[in-house]
Nanobody, 114 residues
Framework: QVQLVESGGGLVQPGGSLRLSCAAS????????LAWYRQAPGKQREWVAT???????FYADSVKGRFTISRDNAKAMMYLQMNSLKPEDTGVYYC????????WGQGTQVTVSS
């Protein structure tokens, strides 16, 4: 069984930065594809970024050049470094681990506001 716990969310001004973390339990981490999703109020959950087992990364156009996804297999941790934050980045951010099936964290709130 895999459990994921996000942390690092909070309130930040436009132009600021945050680093989200996701801690995973279980032994599947290094063999898994990892991703971040977010859900803004009143909107559907949307994909943000993915990192493959070979560390190849993919980003949504809306965050490309501002966000960086990374992983530390030794610590079973994944990260999302978010720079140049905009109000439209506000939402609940979820980490996802995919190994045969999807496992989700509980989410962490990010609010970008002055």
């Amino acid at each position: 069984q895999v459990q994921l716990v996000e942390s690092g969310g909070g309130l930040v001004q436009p132009g600021g930065s945050l680093r989200l973390s996701c801690a995973a339990s279980g032994s599947l981490f290094s063999s898994s594809v990892l991703a971040w999703y977010r859900q803004a109020p009143g909107k559907q959950r949307e994909w943000v970024a993915t990192i493959r087992r070979d560390d190849f990364t993919f980003y949504a156009d809306s965050v490309k050049g501002r966000f960086t996804i990374s992983r530390d297999n030794a610590k079973a941790m994944m990260y999302l470094q978010m720079n140049s934050l905009k109000p439209e980045d506000t939402g609940v951010y979820y980490c996802l681990l995919n190994y045969i099936q999807d496992y989700w964290g509980q989410g962490t709130q990010v609010t970008v506001s002055s």
